[in-house]
């Protein structure tokens, strides 16, 4: 019997693959993924999702200018992990921020993130101990993205204890707790037209998202001690995320 890993941010519309799946065992990543699967007419078998290896905890420095990062690399540009209201909402925040991207070289944005950070589109050849310092020397994770499968930025972000900052839907809510998250809400849900399915995006308002940052920042610099707290509750939110907790099941169940 086969058995399949596999990952759908929307709806299937190539109806000659519900045969071929349907065949299968599915193992998904989020609770998200099932819905959207089952939505097309697919059978879900378990839902286990990625793991980090263990959680490293990184030495909190309150500093002048708070350092959001946000990772979202790709061989080609995605337009849902960066929405046009994202960079409106940058120009929103009333509190001071370096922003530290990682993209792909053909973002159209590039030049108008620049503005506000380092923008590096190397990403590729980047180490992983470099990628875990790189998380490490943030303060908050921001993530601009409208749907992911998954979202392994975000574990791993929380692994090292930085508070994300992210829409208010799965699959981001399956990964965070509302006491290590700052959750802006979403307007609409489309669909959105893509090879063999239909994309599905929380369209968020420049505005919400910049309230979230600024709510942050807000915690960042005036409430120290929340801050601290929300730190601690990510590093504890990620240890559910262990290779002891999730593929010890994925490896019975393959």
């Known amino acids: 019997e086969f058995k399949c890993y596999l990952v759908l941010e929307g709806i299937l519309v190539n109806k000659s693959l519900l045969r071929y799946y349907n065949r299968f065992t599915i193992i998904v990543p989020s609770q998200f993924v099932r819905e959207c699967f089952e939505e097309s007419g697919l059978h879900v078998d378990y839902v286990i999702p990625h793991a980090i290896p263990k959680v490293n905890p990184r030495p909190v420095k309150f500093r002048e200018k708070a350092r959001l990062l946000y990772i979202a690399w790709w061989h080609n540009f995605l337009p849902r ?66 749907s992911e499968g998954f979202g392994v930025p975000i574990l791993e972000a929380i692994s090292v204890g930085l508070p994300v900052i992210h829409v208010d839907a799965k699959p981001f809510t399956e990964i965070t707790t509302p006491e290590c998250s700052i959750r802006f809400p979403y307007d609409k849900v489309i669909l959105h037209p893509c090879p063999n399915f239909k994309g599905k995006l929380h369209v968020y308002s420049a505005q919400e998202l910049a309230n979230a940052i600024n709510e942050a920042l807000e915690i960042y610099y005036n409430d120290k001690a929340k801050y601290l707290e929300m730190c601690k509750a990510g590093i504890e939110r990620a240890k559910a995320f262990t290779y002891p907790h999730t593929y010890k099941r994925f490896t019975e169940i393959v």
């Open 81 to 146: 992990k960066y929405p046009k209201e994202a960079i409106e909402a940058l120009k929103l925040v009333r509190y001071p921020f370096e922003l530290v991207i990682l993209t792909s070289p053909n973002n159209p944005y590039i030049s108008e993130l620049r503005k506000y950070g380092i923008v590096m589109t190397d990403v590729g050849k980047l180490p992983e101990n470099e990628l875990l310092k790189l998380y490490q020397s943030a303060d908050f994770y921001l993530s601009f993205s409208q």
